[in-house]
């Protein structure tokens, strides 16, 4: 039912590298899908035209006509213009070459992230750079919001200022900052409460904590499912405060993020971080070029390498790839797979790094791909014979009781394993024939720590 | 709850309306109602998040009565709300708590920074001023402060929250919290849980396990689970409500920050798809910020209508 933009546009680009040639006529068409499926991905709707409009420029012209590949050439410029749109390749820092204190100010919408960000931030300027970070909430607003940074500041061992009640944000501003000067801090991130682009009131206070602090980055923080309003929220914050920066949050969810396109494209500001978890240390830094091949299916191939090479024994990798490659494997390799998803992380933010598997994700039932669901598949794949695993076929009910018990678990989990690894052996197989077309030529090769990824 | 509640939520809903309201002025100011004219129509759609599908199913049911006509602004306006309170209609049904069950157990789920809390403490003020006795559990047990967040909203409202300490597990604190109520005779239990995405499965597990344990005490229970859907939400709304409802067997919606410039039309397409009722709306950060959701209301709101 739900269709991911990498779906839509593999279905019109397959349609487009069956021809020879490329026209007019087929330009309009396959823009129009692209429309469409920004639109579902949540592009704002001028976003998407001027989007639109700046891909048929450069598509219907003699760059495509000439070109020997014209469907190839699209998906290129769409890449490319994709790209272009969310940045530019390659992650833009944080600004932070100011006298100290340097004040980073936090702004957003309701419950959209910026506290949890906060804490992640300053957990990572610690860390990454050495720098003395302090932790500020001038969220007089939310019930225990204060409180919340307090708590996020004592595990991320990140000191944050003294909760004085009655004070306005303003005045917590200057105090943090006097404390930041007084007692040597690099950073003071200030964290604010959310407010409504169109609340006037809330709108100017933050304008007065801003005049007050002087802050070198003032980054907008967004939450990635947002839909069309993604725009009016950008201009308003922009046009109030000038940002500096825009974090887009739970980027491990599964929306599209259209709203990064629309977010920079209103605001023209980069967007240098995302949020990818609940926990302090899930924030990375954003790569357009990523971000555009996840939304046109080509996949985030960079990322998996990166993260492929951080976690994978080469040699464990070479043989993965070497069965999955022959499109038969049997239990034991799903085992040493589920060992290896453990390292990496959900096998759903696998496949989704690879080109075109989101055509495939949608056929297999998430729910059940999961970690901790996978230790206990392990545990019952642990508990067969070393023919069981070999030929999964054998296993009646009386050798199902028999796993059951040994692995403490059900039967009913014993056949959810076993319907699973009948999916994803299903599914390994159309990934190689995706393979030999074309569409998966760079993904399981990518798998390979140390080659280059193809764009 | 329901005192001149279309005038209230047409204030909440006022300023998110203004966009709208001008886009539809300049395009529709007396003029025929061709394909360019519906265009433009379903792009103003689009634009309050109806999504491009739902968007398009508006706008053919809408030319198969109108097309060709020649139409004032106020007209159009007044159809189209008209064409999607239809649709809307249906879903919009208040909550009421069953006397019948002592107490009547609320689940309240979604996704992280919607506002579950935030509506937890608004439902209890609410039922309390209908004269019910409303019993709080700080289901969160992960989230910094979150605790201490709902009980604040317990002392504004006057409503009792169950704690456990931190990191408890949350679904023994569910069957706690249930025991009291029970024993002291509250009328209805609001559990609050911490935010997720529903792509996580585990997490999701863990909804379903506070599900599993109340039923030992009440095989009834819980009588509702209240997705609370944030009304920025672009497209993603939808799989949300698939993904709950598979698997916590979601009985209704509530939309917040309905008072911001969002417009929450994927609402629309939710009504479309999956008929869930939609109790209430969010308008505002404060405890009296709630209202009932009202279907010619919302639409007039999302066609960016003004009316008496
Ligand atoms: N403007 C506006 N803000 C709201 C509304 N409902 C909730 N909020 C705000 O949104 C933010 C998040 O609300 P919470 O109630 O903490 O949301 P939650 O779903 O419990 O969040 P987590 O537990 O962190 O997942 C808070 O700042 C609330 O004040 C509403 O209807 N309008
Ligand atoms: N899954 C996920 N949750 C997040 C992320 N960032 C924040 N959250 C959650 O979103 C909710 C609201 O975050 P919070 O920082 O309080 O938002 P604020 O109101 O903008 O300060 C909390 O439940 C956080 O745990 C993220 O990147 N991924
Ligand atoms: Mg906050
Ligand atoms: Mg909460």
Redesign the pocket.
């Known amino acids: 039912m739900f269709e991911g933009l990498s779906d839509k546009l593999s279905a019109v680009f397959d349609r487009l590298r069956q021809r020879g040639t490329l026209n007019e006529a087929d330009v309009g068409e396959a823009l129009r899908e692209v429309r469409l499926a920004l639109l579902e991905a949540d592009v704002a709707l001028p976003v998407v035209k001027s989007f639109i409009a700046a891909v048929r420029d450069r598509a219907i012209g003699a760059e495509v006509i000439r070109a020997v590949a014209p469907g190839q050439q699209v998906i290129k410029i769409v890449n490319d213009v994709l790209i272009e749109h969310l940045g530019g390749e390659g992650a833009v820092k944080l600004a932070l070459n100011a006298p100290p204190p340097v004040a980073i100010l936090m702004v957003g919408l309701?419950?959209s992230g910026k506290t949890t960000t906060s804490g992640k931030l300053a957990l990572r300027l610690v860390k990454r750079e050495k720098k003395r970070v302090l932790l500020a909430s001038l969220d007089t607003q939310?019930p225990a919001a204060q409180l919340q940074l307090a708590q996020l500041g004592q595990s991320a061992q990140v000191p944050s200022l003294p909760i004085v009640a009655g004070e306005t944000p303003t005045v917590i501003a200057r105090r943090a900052l006097e404390a930041g000067r007084r007692e040597g801090f690099d950073i003071v991130i200030l964290d604010t409460a959310?407010r409504?682009a169109i609340d006037e009131e809330l709108m100017a206070e933050v304008q007065a904590i801003r005049a007050a602090t002087n802050p070198a980055e003032t980054l907008l923080v967004v939450d990635a499912m947002t839909g069309q309003d993604a725009v009016n929220t950008a201009r308003a914050f922009n046009e109030a405060l000038g940002i500096t920066g825009i974090i887009l949050t739970r980027m491990d969810g599964d929306a599209r993020g259209g709203a990064a396109l629309s977010m920079r494209a209103v605001t023209g500001a980069p967007i240098k971080l995302v949020g990818v978890g609940e926990k302090l240390d899930a924030l990375e830094e954003f790569h357009p070029e990523r971000v555009a091949g996840r939304i046109l299916g080509l996949g985030d191939v960079v990322g998996l390498v990166e993260r492929a090479s951080e976690t994978i024994e080469q040699e464990e990798a070479e043989k993965l790839a070497a069965k999955i490659a022959k499109g038969r494997f049997d239990l034991d390799d799903y085992a040493a797979q589920l060992r290896q998803i453990n390292r990496m992380g959900s096998i759903s933010g696998i496949l989704g790094m690879l080109p075109g598997a989101n055509k495939l994700m949608g056929k297999i039932d998430e729910s059940k791909l999961d970690k901790t669901v996978f230790k206990r598949q392990g545990a019952i794949i642990a508990s067969m014979t070393r023919i069981e695993r070999r030929t999964p076929e054998i296993l009646k009910a009386s050798r199902k009781k028999r796993i059951a018990a040994g692995s403490g678990t059900t039967v009913q989990e014993v056949n959810r394993l076993l319907k699973q690894f009948d999916e994803m052996s299903g599914m390994i197989k159309r990934m190689n024939k995706l393979g030999q077309k074309g569409l998966m030529r760079h993904g399981i090769g990518a798998l390979m720590p140390g080659r280059r990824p193809p764009f | 709850m329901a005192l001149g509640f279309i005038s209230r939520l047409k204030e909440g809903l006022a300023r998110s309306t203004q966009k709208l309201t001008s886009g539809l002025a300049g395009v529709l100011t007396r003029r025929k109602l061709d394909d360019e004219a519906l265009a433009e129509l379903e792009d103003l759609l689009i634009t309050a998040d109806l999504g491009p599908a739902a968007a398009r199913r508006v706008i053919a049911a809408f030319r198969r009565t109108r097309f060709g006509r020649e139409v004032s602004e106020a007209e159009v306006k007044e159809s189209l709300a008209q064409e999607i309170a239809a649709i809307l209609a249906p879903v919009a049904r208040p909550l009421t708590p069953d006397p019948a069950h002592k107490p009547h157990v609320v689940l309240v789920v979604?996704v992280?920074?919607?506002?579950?809390?935030?509506?937890i403490g608004k439902l209890a003020l609410a039922w309390r001023e209908a004269g019910l006795s409303p019993m709080l559990v700080a289901g969160?047990t992960f989230?910094a402060a979150?605790v201490e967040?709902l009980q604040i909203w317990g002392e504004r409202v006057g409503a009792p929250v169950i704690t456990g300490p931190a990191n408890t597990d949350a679904a023994g604190l569910a069957f706690d919290g249930l025991a009291r109520a029970r024993a002291e005779g509250a009328d209805v239990l609001l559990i609050d849980t911490?935010?997720r995405l529903h792509n996580k499965s585990a997490l999701m597990e863990e909804l379903r396990k506070i599900i599993r344990v109340l039923r030992k005490q009440d095989a009834t229970a819980p009588h509702s689970v209240l997705l609370?859907l944030d009304a920025t939400t672009g497209q993603n709304a939808i799989e949300q409500v698939r993904v709950f409802k598979e698997m916590v067997d979601v009985t209704g919606l509530i939309v917040?920050?309905?008072?911001?410039s969002a417009r929450g039309g994927v609402v629309v397409a939710l009504a479309e798809t999956f008929a869930l009722p939609v109790h209430a709306v969010?308008?505002?950060?404060q405890a009296g910020?709630l209202r009932p959701f009202a279907a010619s209301a919302f639409a007039a709101g999302l066609v960016g209508l003004e009316r008496a």
Do not use: I, P
């Not at chain 2, 992280?112 to 509506?119: A, F, P, S």
């Open positions: 309701q419950g939310r959310g409504l | 979604g992280n920074g919607t506002g579950k809390t935030t509506t969160d989230r979150a967040q911490a935010g609370v917040t920050k309905l008072d911001g969010g308008v505002g950060e910020d």
